[in-house]
């Protein structure tokens, strides 16, 4: 196995994932969820997010040119998604947590655009395109599933917050989170303009 592009891997897709940046939009989502159902969430947004990561990683350009569908597009989609979850966190519009919104709240926005987002679908491909034999790919797995663990077990350990913040200090971290996530979404969109605009402007 190649251990320098293990390292780049690694280092990329965690900064790009940025776990410790996930915690308080995690709280936000799960604070007022019972421990078991906290964790069950947290593990199915990291199996979707490597389910994602791994899929593109193998046939995502291919099945974006299938779909007509240029890459900024998906980083303008993810955007708009994530600026709907900030409105619900930002003005406390949300539903009674139960089992079907622990499984909602895993898939969308934790497993898809916040963990596997535009940016680590973006790198993954990036890496799989340069790479050449067996060891290089095997790398770039290994890199791919540390970081899914080093993910899962920051989510998995966010409960002592829960237990230090009680309700009041959940309720106030909402609202911080719903106003990063914000800023993330508005910054995607942006990026995606951008890149448009670059685009049409080189054709």
């Known amino acids: 196995m190649d251990l320098k592009l293990f390292g780049e891997?690694?280092?990329?897709?965690?900064?790009i994932t940025d776990p410790p940046g996930m915690v308080p939009i995690f709280l936000a989502l799960t604070g007022t969820l019972p421990a078991r159902d906290r964790i069950r969430a947290g593990t199915q947004a990291v199996a979707l997010?490597?389910?994602?990561?791994?899929?593109?990683?193998?046939?995502?350009?291919?099945l974006l040119?299938?779909?007509?569908v240029d890459l900024p597009a998906l980083q303008g989609a993810g955007g708009l998604l994530l600026i709907l979850i900030s409105l619900e966190l930002l003005t406390g519009k949300q539903d009674d947590p139960?089992?079907?919104?622990?499984?909602?709240?895993?898939?969308?926005?934790?497993?898809t655009p916040l963990l596997a987002g535009p940016g680590a679908i973006v790198a993954?491909?990036?890496?799989?395109?340069?790479?050449?034999?067996?060891?290089?790919?095997?790398a770039i797995a290994v890199g791919i599933?540390?970081?899914?663990?080093?993910?899962?077990?920051?989510?998995?350990?966010?409960?002592?917050?829960?237990?230090?913040?009680?309700?009041?200090?959940?309720?106030?971290?909402?609202?911080?989170?719903?106003?990063?996530?914000?800023?993330?979404?508005?910054?995607?969109?942006?990026?995606?303009?951008?890149?448009?605009?670059?685009d049409y402007a080189a054709r």
């Not at 993910?151 to 200090?169: A, E, N």
């Not at 309720?171 to 670059?198: K, Y």
Request: glycine share 8%.
């Open 9 to 15: 891997v690694f280092v990329t897709l965690l900064v």
């Open 49 to 62: 997010a490597l389910g994602v990561i791994v899929v593109f990683a193998v046939a995502g350009q291919t």
């Open 65 to 68: 040119d299938y779909l007509h």
């Open 98 to 111: 139960n089992q079907q919104v622990t499984s909602n709240i895993a898939l969308v926005p934790l497993g």
């Open 124 to 138: 993954t491909m990036l890496f799989v395109q340069q790479a050449d034999g067996v060891a290089e790919y095997m």
């Open 145 to 198: 599933v540390a970081v899914m663990v080093a993910v899962w077990l920051t989510l998995r350990f966010s409960g002592v917050i829960v237990k230090i913040l009680r309700p009041g200090g959940i309720e106030v971290l909402t609202r911080i989170a719903g106003l990063l996530l914000a800023a993330i979404a508005v910054q995607l969109i942006a990026d995606a303009v951008a890149a448009f605009v670059a």
